[in-house]
């Protein structure tokens, strides 16, 4: 009796067409959700924009860096151009070495910043371990040793000023090495006023290497 009145209660099968649609439809749906899964789990994922951060203290006056092309920074380099020896490069011209004077009349004005950088320069030509000396010690951050060292390669150092203000000089300076290789540097330091000035930033602005091959 039970069965009969299920039966009778469950009335006649859907037709055949209809069972077909309704697996038709759920087919497209599995798939429709499956393509949808795909599309989400495929995306890439967004990669955060590289922050370029300035190349400063130390680091920014070692030449040997550039040469090398060993850039020990997370951060992107610095601009950086690789050309040949035959490449025209405006030549560069040192004022005469005048050292600082222990009072300096004219400490704090712009000239007397911009022979204290040409005094820096000149000193990593000839004696590399002395220019520490016009630097702050938190500009050296204990790697005097490793920046002096990086200018004994160097068979020729120019420097030119390129402007001064305010305390702030941009300088550029052209090394020579005996295979014929040239590293041009760009730098902008800060320099302290006072009687005895030294100078307390140094950042690469930019840098070249002129391949000898």
Same mark, same amino acid.
């Given at each position: 009796?039970?069965?009969?009145?299920?039966?009778?209660?469950?009335?006649?099968? #859907?037709?055949?067409?209809?069972? &077909?649609?309704?697996?038709? =439809?759920?087919?497209?749906?599995?798939?429709?959700?499956?393509?949808?899964?795909?599309? +989400? +789990?495929?995306?890439?994922?967004?990669?955060?924009?590289? !922050?370029?951060?300035?190349?400063?203290?130390?680091?920014?006056?070692?030449?040997? &860096?550039?040469?090398?092309?060993?850039?020990?920074?997370?951060?992107?380099?610095?601009?950086?151009?690789?050309?040949?020896?035959?490449?025209?490069?405006?030549?560069?011209?040192?004022?005469?070495?005048?050292? #600082?004077?222990?009072?300096?009349?004219?400490?704090?004005?712009?000239?007397?910043?911009? =022979?204290?950088?040409?005094?820096?320069?000149?000193?990593?030509?000839?004696?590399?371990?002395?220019?520490?000396?016009?630097?702050?010690?938190?500009?050296?951050?204990? @790697?005097?040793?490793?920046?002096?060292?990086?200018?004994?390669?160097?068979?020729?150092?120019?420097? !030119? #000023?390129?402007?001064?203000?305010?305390?702030?000089?941009?300088?550029?300076?052209?090394?020579?090495? @005996?295979?014929?290789?040239?590293?041009? =540097?760009?730098?902008?330091?800060?320099?302290?006023?006072?009687?005895? @000035?030294? +100078?307390?930033?140094?950042?690469? +602005?930019?840098?070249?290497?002129?391949?000898?091959?």
């Amino acid at each position: 009796m039970l069965a009969d009145s299920v039966d009778a209660d469950a009335g006649p099968p #859907p037709p055949l067409a209809a069972r &077909l649609a309704f697996g038709v =439809l759920g087919v497209a749906l599995v798939l429709g959700s499956a393509a949808m899964s795909s599309m +989400i +789990i495929s995306r890439p994922t967004p990669v955060p924009a590289a !922050r370029t951060e300035p190349v400063d203290g130390a680091l920014a006056l070692r030449p040997d &860096l550039v040469r090398d092309a060993r850039w020990p920074f997370t951060s992107p380099a610095p601009e950086t151009a690789t050309a040949r020896a035959g490449d025209p490069v405006a030549p560069l011209t040192s004022a005469p070495p005048m050292p #600082p004077p222990a009072v300096n009349p004219a400490a704090g004005s712009d000239r007397s910043a911009v =022979l204290l950088v040409d005094e820096l320069y000149r000193r990593l030509d000839s004696d590399p371990a002395s220019a520490v000396e016009l630097l702050a010690p938190e500009l050296v951050d204990g @790697q005097g040793a490793e920046l002096a060292a990086s200018w004994r390669d160097a068979s020729s150092v120019q420097a !030119r #000023p390129v402007s001064a203000q305010a305390g702030t000089v941009v300088a550029e300076v052209e090394l020579g090495y @005996q295979g014929g290789d040239r590293v041009v =540097l760009r730098h902008q330091f800060t320099v302290e006023p006072g009687v005895r @000035q030294r +100078i307390s930033g140094a950042e690469l +602005i930019t840098a070249r290497h002129f391949d000898a091959g």
